[in-house]
């Protein structure tokens, strides 16, 4: 029986784990410890990135606003030509409804 593309998933990504935390305590390069290992330095990599994005703390900070610049409510830009204006005075429910369509859609 064929095993589930999830579990196959979570295998790579168990196997991939094992192996950025050993390079990491390793005092190699990334480069050497691959060629050590007979590892694709490109899918070390994918890996390594992956799992530091999923580890990424969400922080907000203020930054400060020059005097000279006039600024009108909120504008997030997401990337990939993706923008979110909200415009000054909105209310929490604003916010709410925001961010509950940034969850859906991560």
């Known amino acids: 029986m064929p095993r589930s593309r999830k579990a196959t998933n979570e295998k790579l990504s ?7 935390e050993r390079w ?4 190699l390069t990334q ?4 060629r050590r ?3 694709s330095k ?5 890996w390594k990135r992956k799992f530091k994005r999923q580890n990424l703390p969400v922080e907000f900070i203020q ?5 000279n610049i006039h600024t009108t409510g909120l ?3 997401l990337g990939q030509g993706v923008q979110i204006e909200i415009p000054d005075g909105f209310t929490s429910e604003t916010l709410e409804r925001v961010l509950a369509t940034l969850r859906s859609i991560s």
């Open 14 to 20: 168990r196997y991939w784990k094992s192996n950025i």
């Open 24 to 27: 990491a305590t390793s005092g």
């Open 31 to 34: 480069t050497e410890y691959c």
């Open 37 to 39: 290992n007979d590892l």
């Open 42 to 46: 490109d899918r070390f990599t994918y």
């Open 63 to 67: 930054l400060p606003i020059p005097a």
């Open 75 to 77: 504008k997030l830009n």
